[in-house]
């Protein structure tokens, strides 16, 4: 999973913008003062800080601009971009090394320092989904009877349909999804003529549930999903 932060563009293109205002503003009568030295500094040191990567010194300088400038939109996320920039290297890491747990770690430290950014909590909310997709499909690897691999498969192909990086899933959840339904049939079957084979039995040994059981035999066998496996009541009536 690639996650992608990235704001620079639209601080070049406002950049530009300022600068055009700025020469249109020249040529006529000042009715304002030039900008504080401070403000231009810190807009060069914030753009050569996002050049070279450095996240952490590009906040603290987008920080003291959004101190001179509090009602900035542009500004607020440029840093929430920076934040995420900061971590999401991190992330795709832990995520390349199998490390789920680690990466759902990293975010939630994230979090905790700087506040509940979009970013982070997408990251978080798509970190989980995939921390559940893989218990879902380790489950179902290890499950025993159709009632579970049924169970996980339909909660893994929630997960992805609603998680689109995982459709790569989707042709393996087909596959057990067939294994799935014949391993119900085998299942079946056993039942059914474990049951049969109680019955006859129970009456050779003049037990009274013997008629119970026998009814549950029919009430299985003849399910329309077993129309082409039903086990004929006499089956063992050769070996009586």
């Not at 810190?42 to 070279?52: C, N």
């Not at 290890?142 to 899933?169: D, G, H, R």
């Not at 085998?186 to 059914?192: N, P, V, Y």
């Amino acid at each position: 999973m690639v996650l992608k932060y990235s704001l620079l563009w639209r601080c070049f293109v406002l950049l530009s913008a300022v600068t055009v205002l700025a020469g249109a503003a020249g040529c006529g009568k000042k009715e304002v003062p030039d900008p504080p030295l401070t403000r231009n500094r810190l807009t060069v040191d914030m753009f050569k800080s996002l050049e070279d990567n450095k996240h952490e010194q590009a906040i603290e300088k987008i920080i003291k601009m959004k101190a001179l400038d509090t009602e900035n939109i542009f500004l607020a996320e440029l840093e929430e971009s920076e934040v995420s920039n900061i971590y999401m290297g991190t992330v795709q890491q832990q995520l390349n090394a199998g490390d789920i747990e680690g990466a759902i770690k990293t975010v939630d430290a994230a979090r905790k320092r700087h506040g509940l950014y979009r970013s982070l909590i997408q990251a978080d909310t798509e970190l989980k989904k995939l921390r559940s997709l893989q218990e879902s499909v380790a489950n179902m690897l290890q499950a025993e009877s159709s009632e579970q691999v049924f169970a996980e498969l339909e909660q893994s192909q929630n997960i992805v349909s609603e998680y689109p990086p995982a459709k790569a899933l989707e042709p393996m959840l087909a596959r057990k999804s067939i294994e799935a339904a014949r391993m119900a049939r085998q299942e079946s079957l056993r039942t059914r003529f474990s049951l049969l084979c109680d019955t006859v039995t129970m009456r050779n040994d003049k037990n009274k549930c013997a008629d119970t059981i026998a009814a549950e035999f029919e009430l299985e066998n003849n399910l329309p999903e077993n129309k082409t496996s039903r086990i004929p009541a006499s089956f063992l009536s050769s070996e009586q």
